[in-house]
């Protein structure tokens, strides 16, 4: 069974604080993905990546920056986090073959306060 | 840019009848791929069924089946003999091909289901 974890399933932090998010796939996908989910909106694609090194945005990039210095772990960082950050992020990942699904992590909840 | 739909924020259904979940997407492509996935209360997302755009035949798993209108841009899902383990958020999402030649998923805002006992 593919794997895709996400280390943190429930953060406190305070605003202004930098936050690290990791994510990590045990199925050498080459796409990897980082969403946010709200109520009401449904995921919203965050930032991607195709390859090591390789990043794309996503619908909504502003306050967040993304690593992928390894193949199978995928990070999202709030470079200074505010309180409208404060969602669920869903981790995700996918092989490059088409037609092939997208998996998911367990969702890590964020709060900053 | 390719867009996904879904008008129902929730829906409800008695247990053993049958529910169907919209689902109308936009694109320009003429390959690609539809999806339904499951959030059940734990937020594990779990894929329900999968249809490839060029393939005329509705996809199929066991209870649940969709019904795929490409010329409508329309993917709609039918639960068939719902059982209480089908309450959950339902999404619908496309796979769109990247300008750098992969893949991206983008989800509707989620149905949520509710069933009756």
């Known amino acids: 069974d593919v794997k895709v974890t996400q280390s943190s399933r429930y953060l406190v932090k305070r605003t202004g604080e930098k936050v690290f998010l990791e994510c990590v796939q045990d199925m050498d996908h080459e796409n990897m993905f980082w969403y946010r989910q709200d109520p009401g909106l449904g995921l919203r694609l965050i930032y991607f990546?195709?390859?090591?090194?390789?990043?794309e945005k996503g619908d909504i990039p502003e306050g967040y920056s993304v690593s992928r210095e390894k193949k199978e772990r995928f990070s999202l960082i709030l470079e200074s986090a505010s309180t409208n950050q404060t969602s669920m992020y869903l981790c995700?990942?996918?092989?490059?073959?088409?037609?092939?699904?997208?998996?998911f992590g367990e969702g890590s909840w964020l709060t900053v306060v | 840019a390719q867009t996904v739909t879904q008008s129902q924020p929730e829906m409800s259904v008695q247990e053993a009848e049958t529910v169907t979940l919209s689902c109308t997407y936009d694109t320009s492509e003429s390959d690609y791929y539809l999806f339904w996935y499951k959030q059940p209360p734990s937020r594990q997302m779990i894929l329900v069924i999968r249809q490839e755009a060029y393939k005329q035949q509705n996809a199929t798993e066991n209870r649940f089946s969709v019904n795929f209108q490409k010329a409508a841009k329309s993917f709609s899902l039918k639960i068939s003999d719902s059982q209480l383990g089908d309450a959950a958020m339902y999404f619908c999402?496309?796979?769109?091909?990247?300008?750098?030649?992969?893949?991206?998923?983008?989800f509707g805002t989620g149905t949520r289901l509710k069933v009756l006992a």
């Open positions: 995700a990942s996918s092989p490059l073959r088409a037609g092939n699904t997208i998996y």
């Open positions: 999402a496309y796979r769109s091909t990247t300008t750098s030649g992969t893949y991206k998923y983008i």
């Open positions: 990546s195709y390859d090591v090194k390789m990043k």
